[in-house]
């Protein structure tokens, strides 16, 4: 018996429900990285993470707004028409999740960025640090080396 196939596939109408919703949900560290390059408007994005990580490095233009000041934060720092999108670590933390259920219950618009500030730093992506900007080199398991998008 196939392992993939011991639960049988979603109808493809199902299918696209699904994957339709997870993109109204989610966004991911390079299509944020393009809209932050190119200065769309109207896009906030948010570090939840403590003091302590964010003067580890955080993405450029970011927000810090931890999850815990949420609720009581947010309206003095993020305009109400803004579509917010949160991260955290990385994959292996629910942090950015937490903060894009406090943001929804508040009434913003949210995405969270999933693969966190691991995969943003992982696909060479510049961060901020106390020390000033910052670029590693690209994981070549996460993005091209070269540089290019990875077009898909």
């Not at 109204?24 to 944020?32: H, K, L, Q, R, Y």
């Not at 810090?64 to 579509?83: G, K, M, N, S, Y």
């Not at 950015?96 to 943001?103: K, P």
Request: hydrophobic share 45%; charged share 20%.
């Amino acid at each position: 018996m196939s392992a993939v196939l011991f639960t049988a596939p979603a109808r493809p109408d199902e299918a696209v429900a699904h994957f339709a919703a997870r993109l109204a949900f989610e966004t991911d560290v390079s299509d944020v990285h393009a809209d932050l390059e190119s200065g769309v408007p109207g896009l906030i994005v948010v570090d939840s993470r403590s003091v302590e990580s964010w003067e580890q490095g955080h993405l450029p233009g970011a927000v810090h707004l931890p999850t815990a000041q949420i609720a009581e934060r947010a309206h003095l720092v993020v305009p109400r028409d803004a579509v917010v999108v949160t991260y955290c670590w990385g994959p292996g933390c629910n942090g950015a999740t937490r903060a894009a259920l406090a943001f929804a219950r508040l009434g913003y618009q949210v995405k969270e960025m999933i693969g966190g500030y691991e995969y943003w730093v992982r696909e060479g992506f510049a961060v901020q640090t106390a020390a000033g900007r910052l670029v590693r080199a690209a994981d070549p398991l996460t993005a091209p080396v070269s540089g290019a998008a990875c077009g898909c």
